[in-house]
């Protein structure tokens, strides 16, 4: 598979052939639905927590005789059905994720991969060289490449710390280093953005 590869300024610069491996198998829409479940319910931190009529204070004297009140008999005032008393099935700290197979996830990430360039979702760049840390630029230079009311996620390998610092505060654009893209950052995004190194380093790392 062929496509086309870019310099930041928007200019086409020539083409580049894309591993098979890593664009070309076919996409498993249900797999990738699974793994984001599971990435989605790890991000969950299962802190709510309730307290049950044995957690709540007081309710140690019954609060009326049993009978010759005319009143329904009451055991304690931390009954479910008074009012401060303890909730009944609420919720409690749990852990909502699970263990995916690496096999199965690293699948899902291949597919995700696929997905963007069959669809044209896809757009290698030669490099990004930033003199400042300035987000105008960078917005500017995502303009000239045809992005600027799409979301990209933008993958490059080494220490970019001008592009990272400039991209953060771009609210469609997120940047990420291409060994640790995940499956749901990639489909999340309209636009998967890459550099050559990136490329290059992801297909060292994903294609075995």
Request: proline share 4%; hydrophobic share 35%.
């Amino acid at each position: 598979m062929e496509t086309k590869i870019y310099n930041q300024d928007g200019g086409e610069i020539g083409t580049i052939m894309l591993n098979e491996k890593l664009f070309g198998i076919e996409p498993k829409p249900e797999l990738v639905h699974q793994y984001v479940v599971n990435f989605l319910a790890n991000r969950r931190q299962g802190t709510s927590s309730s307290k049950g009529r044995s957690d709540v204070r007081g309710g140690g004297a019954k609060p009326w005789r049993q009978k010759g009140t005319g009143r329904a008999r009451a055991g304690t005032i931390r009954s479910p059905l008074w009012k401060g008393g303890g909730i009944i099935f609420g919720p409690k700290p749990r852990t909502y994720g699970g263990k995916f197979p690496k096999k199965m996830k690293r699948l899902a990430l291949l597919s995700a991969f696929s997905d963007k360039a069959q669809h044209e979702n896809l757009k290698i760049v030669d490099k990004f060289e930033l003199a400042e840390v300035k987000t105008k630029n960078m917005a500017t230079i995502l303009d000239k490449l045809g992005l600027q009311k799409k979301k990209c996620l933008i993958l490059d390998e080494g220490e970019n710390r001008n592009l990272i610092l400039s991209v953060r505060n771009i609210q469609k654009a997120k940047y990420s280093r291409a060994p640790l893209a995940n499956t749901y950052d990639i489909i999340n995004a309209d636009v998967l953005v890459m550099t050559k190194a990136a490329l290059k380093k992801a297909e060292e790392v994903f294609v075995k």
